[in-house]
């Protein structure tokens, strides 16, 4: 799948398309994972590589992982950035991809804003969105939780409280990466539960403790893409609005100078 998606991608860069860059972001043995990634995709003769995809970081193409466990290859080839779990201290060259500090908080590299992170939604504590969803355990913020305190109405979901507030944390704080989690996690698992809990679910267990951006038939629909697009452009910077040309009057069957808007 993987390998059809950047072939879709190469298509679209060679016709002129401004499409994604791509990094990965290992953890778990994260040192094999990472081998693996390099042979596939990044050194020379890889079957898989495309280095018109590739974002680039410090000079060398990014990869998120352990970097005690790279192999010399790897070290060389890659900016490395360190996984940053939330749970886990703060690590030097730490990429976190989520935080459950609230405001979510800066990751430097040398004394340089680099990294923050924004989400609908933050599913800290236990790491379990079950337990305010189903068992009124307040130690997650659903997508409406904003000043301070928990709403799951209707309205403060579909709007997106929370995630209009990770995003002003991270505009004003203005850092050089806003690593945004995350697109579509609606199948993200449900375990065994415990104690006296049935079942137990970490990343979606219901619309108001889910993190995905992805639109909806119902719910939420694109709310939360368009604010996604709405902030993207206030964190990058955009040019102003285009001023539109006055009314004017053609005559249909004429030369065509009278079509020319200015």
Known sequence: ???????????????????????????????????????RYYKTGAPDRHPDLWFNWRSKPLIIGVSSQASTAVSNFFTIKESQWPTKAPKNNGFPWIDFLRPQQVYN????????TVSPA?????????????????????????????????????????????????????????????????????WDGIGNRKVNSYDAATMAYSRDIQPMKDGFKDNYY?????????????????????????????????????
């Open 226 to 262: 368009m604010l996604l697009a709405k902030y993207i452009r206030q964190y990058k910077g955009y040019n102003a609005m285009p001023v539109p040309s006055a009314d004017k009057t053609v005559t249909i069957n004429t030369d065509f100078s009278r079509w020319i808007f200015t």
């Open 1 to 39: 799948m993987l390998k059809n998606l950047l072939d879709v991608m190469q298509d679209l860069y060679d016709q002129g398309a401004p499409v994604p860059k791509i990094a990965f972001y290992t953890n778990t043995d994260s040192g094999s994972t990472m081998e693996y990634i390099y042979d």
């Open 109 to 116: 590299d040398n004394g340089q804003k680099e990294i923050m």
């Open 122 to 190: 933050q599913n800290s504590g236990s790491l379990l969105f079950i337990d305010n969803a189903f068992f009124g355990l307040p130690n997650t913020w659903g997508r409406g939780y904003h000043n301070g305190t928990h709403d799951n109405s209707l309205d403060a979901v579909n709007s997106g409280y929370n995630f209009i507030e990770q995003w002003n944390n991270a505009i004003a704080q203005d850092p050089l990466i806003v690593f945004i989690t995350g697109w579509n996690e609606w199948m993200a698992g449900i």
